[in-house]
């Protein structure tokens, strides 16, 4: 069984930085392009960022050179360090698995969902 099981949200003030956390396990790890989405209320669920199993990285444009996201094969853990955080990055965040990454950032679509780590960017 895949889980992915997200940490590290929390509240920041507006410019701050978090770094978030996800542990995976029930899948051989270079298996699966990894990455982020994030959901809330008003805009539903939006893709963050894309990391193929080669390493390859992609972002959606709402969060470029501003987030970076990165794999460790050797611990089986996916990162988000998200830096100058806005109020409109308040989301919940879910680390996902088995990612259809091509194209835009609108149509990329993910098999595996974590439970997802509550972010809030106060002004």
């Known amino acids: 069984e895949v889980q992915l099981v997200e940490s590290g949200g929390g509240l920041v003030q507006a410019g701050g930085s978090l770094r978030l956390s996800c542990a995976t396990s029930?899948?051989?790890?270079?298996?699966?392009?990894v990455g982020w989405f994030r959901q809330t209320p008003t805009k539903g669920r939006e893709a963050v960022s894309c990391?193929?199993?080669?390493?390859?990285?992609y972002y959606a444009d709402f969060v470029k050179g501003r987030f970076t996201a990165f794999r460790d094969s050797a611990k089986n853990m996916v990162y988000l360090e998200m830096k100058d955080l806005k109020t409109e990055d308040t989301a919940d965040y879910h680390c996902?698995?088995?990612?259809?990454?091509?194209?835009?950032?609108?149509?990329?679509?993910?098999?595996?969902w974590g439970q997802g780590t509550q972010v809030t960017v106060s002004s």
């Open positions: 996902v698995a088995d990612i259809g990454c091509a194209g835009r950032s609108s149509d990329w679509y993910a098999h595996y």
């Open positions: 029930g899948f051989t790890f270079n298996e699966y392009a």
């Open positions: 990391i193929e199993r080669n390493g390859g990285t």
